[in-house]
């Protein structure tokens, strides 16, 4: 996803596994988003006592505004984070043609720090200085942790972005479909109950941490937030008329 700057930290390689835990992780978070949103926007109009057609239309609603909001947000970060490394690329490169001896003490100063004698290290950094284009990217590589070949497309994870968000909002909507009145609300409560228990389990086992900890605290969090939502619109529909 995010594979174009991986951090200034020279070690951090990227591997596909990382590729893969990454995409899943985008999944659970946009889909905990949408969750959230749309849990707390059908129950919060559903409190006003509004029509089951209302609800809907304020659900997909909220729904498409998100997912387009998440996509939107995805395009444009990538993009920052594009243009960013080309500047810190330009930025190199100048400095390669400006300081070209200093540069190469430079690399011959970062083996050494990784374990490589002196002798060794100089000839490495003189081999690899030799070439123009692979200087560059040698530089860009462990100096500032920019992998100029994976300058991924933006396209994919915006795509990502939509469809979990959109996933995760419309897991509230769907009893809205189906029924009205108290049965939805209870099948909203149910179903968002669910799916927050099931995003927080994914994400115990993928940072390691305790499940069921991790699947009460999600839990907690779309339950207050359906409550106070709920509330408020019980508050104004009741008020408002
Ligand atoms: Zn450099």
């Known amino acids: 996803m995010r594979a174009f700057i991986t951090g200034r930290d020279p070690d951090s390689t990227s591997s596909h596994r990382d590729v893969a835990s990454g995409g899943i992780r985008a999944a659970v978070l946009g ?76 690399l011959a100063a970062m083996y050494r720090a990784r374990g490589v004698p002196y002798d060794d290290a100089m000839t490495v950094a003189r081999i690899l200085s030799a070439d123009e284009k692979v200087a560059l990217d040698t530089h860009a590589r462990l100096e500032l942790g ?33 029924g009205s009145g108290t049965a939805a609300v209870v099948g909203s409560i149910v179903l968002g109950a669910l799916m927050a228990i099931g995003l927080g389990a994914v994400t115990g086992v993928m940072s390691g941490r305790p499940i069921a900890k991790m699947a009460a605290r999600q839990l907690a969090v779309a339950l207050v937030a359906a409550g106070v939502t709920f509330a408020i619109g019980h508050l104004l529909g009741a008020g408002g008329g």
């Open 31 to 106: 889909a905990g988003d949408g969750l959230l949103t749309n849990v707390s926007l059908v129950l919060g109009v559903a409190g006003a006592s509004a029509s089951s057609a209302t609800v809907r239309l304020a659900g997909i609603a909220g729904l498409l505004a998100g997912s387009f909001s998440m996509a939107a947000g995805e395009l444009l970060s990538v993009q920052v984070q594009k243009e960013m490394a080309l500047h810190e690329l330009e930025v190199e490169r100048r400095e390669l043609s400006e300081y070209p001896d200093a540069e190469l003490r430079e």
């Open 146 to 178: 920019i992998h100029p070949d994976e300058a991924g497309s933006p396209v994919k994870p915006a795509i990502f972005s939509f469809v979990s968000f959109a996933v995760g909002a419309l897991i509230p909507l769907v009893p809205w479909f189906f």
